[in-house]
């Protein structure tokens, strides 16, 4: 048997600063088991109604992607039926430690999940004051944009990508 791993290294940006609508390109250096590095491109298309500041890209394997996917969906990370409960395992079992997955969160929450309801596309006022009511005890669904490439390796480690979006570049 051949051990077939690889650690996230190291990755970088072509550019930090972008305008909404913009790629996002990073090149990720894997350094598998013999120490042979691989570069992997992933190209992310921004949203053109991205608002202007600081973002965060986070890369790892799909199954921290999913993990965060779940916590940012409290609705699927704490189902109420079964359902919910199985579109969750259908998630974490459809993981793979091989694919190689570049997360950008989106900045404010998008809905809120309300005693196992989810109530999405809300405006960002509304989400404010119904998750800062400490009485609803409603929990802020959070959105984030992935790309994927599939590796021949079990990816280890993660990184973070840092850059500012203005419209005015």
Partial sequence: P???????ESSELE???L???DTLKAVVTLRTFKGAKQRVTLELKLPV???DG???ALIGDELNSVRMDLRDNPHIGMP???AAQMQMLRLLMGAKRTTLVMRLPLNGGTGVAIGGKTLPNLPASMVQILSSSKRTNAQTIYQA???RAETNFVLQGADTLRFTVSKNK
């Fill in 2 to 8: 051949v051990r077939r791993t690889a650690d996230i």
């Fill in 15 to 17: 550019s930090d600063t």
């Fill in 19 to 21: 305008a909404p609508g």
């Fill in 54 to 56: 600081s973002y965060t």
């Fill in 80 to 82: 109420q039926n079964a």
């Fill in 49 to 51: 109604d991205l608002a």
């Fill in 145 to 147: 944009v992935n790309v």
